[in-house]
Antibody, heavy 120, light 112 residues
Framework: QVQLQESGPGLVKPSQTLSLTCTVS??????????WSWIRQHPGKGLEWIGY???????YYNPSLKSRVTISVDTSKNQFSLKLSSVTAADTAVYYC????????????WGQGTLVTVSS | QTVVTQEPSFSVSPGGTVTLTCGLS?????????PSWYQQTPGQAPRTLIY???TRSSGVPDRFSGSILGNKAALTITGAQADDESDYYC????????????FGGGTKLTVL
């Protein structure tokens, strides 16, 4: 059973960079075959796909966030990470990591989510 | 900009049947968008229900079914139960290098 767990600071100051890591267990990122995504949910709102990375390092980002987003992978630790720069209060959200199926194009496993608040 | 539309709210009686829909602000939803559906209760991560239009995820009861109805994707719950009261999100795959995945705004389903 694949499990994903987000970790990182719960509070980030405006204009700084939000950094989160997703640790994967029960499956290996380096075995390929899946995309590894970040998704966020603003308080009381819907979900927004941020971007994904493949084990090779290939990435795709949501065009609305592309200029501020970097997703990276560390296959030795079986982790992938999100960096979102120049954050504002509008980036306050629950951030989820998820595994994406590249054949049927859906999210089959999700982390529990972590709340990141942007505030001074 | 592509907008995926869902009913903001819906209600169903226990034991009843309800169909939630997922449309596009411009155009029709087809199987080529690989519509998927997720259930979310407060404070929890989304749970995958349906993928590729009509395939149930592992462990999902068969009272949940997906389809294309007219120009929209649809999620039908047959024999609604109290614990089906949740938010339901659809996601459409827009294609690599475009927006990839776009979520609908979600439907809050009340069972009463």
């Amino acid at each position: 059973q694949v499990q994903l767990q987000e970790s990182g600071p719960g509070l980030v100051k405006p204009s700084q960079t939000l950094s989160l890591t997703c640790t994967v267990s029960g499956g290996s990122i380096s075995s390929g075959g899946y995309y590894w995504s970040w998704i966020r949910q603003h308080p009381g709102k819907g979900l927004e796909w941020i971007g994904y990375i493949y084990y090779s390092g290939s990435t795709y980002y949501n065009p609305s966030l592309k200029s501020r987003v970097t997703i990276s992978v560390d296959t030795s630790k079986n982790q992938f990470s999100l960096k979102l720069s120049s954050v504002t209060a509008a980036d306050t959200a629950v951030y989820y990591c998820a595994r994406s199926d590249p054949i049927w194009y859906y999210f089959d496993y999700w982390g529990q989510g972590t709340l990141v608040t942007v505030s001074s | 900009q592509t907008v995926v539309t869902q009913e903001p709210s819906f209600s169903v009686s226990p034991g009843g049947t309800v169909t939630l829909t997922c449309g596009l602000s411009s155009g029709s939803v087809s199987t080529s968008y690989y519509p998927s559906w997720y259930q979310q209760t407060p404070g929890q991560a989304p749970r995958t229900l349906i993928y590729s239009t009509n395939t149930r995820s592992s462990g999902v009861p068969d009272r949940f079914s997906g389809s294309i109805l007219g120009n929209k994707a649809a999620l039908t719950i047959t024999g609604a139960q109290a614990d089906d009261e949740s938010d339901y999100y659809c996601v459409l795959y827009m294609g690599s290098g475009i927006s990839n995945w776009v979520f609908g705004g979600g439907t809050k389903l009340t069972v009463l």
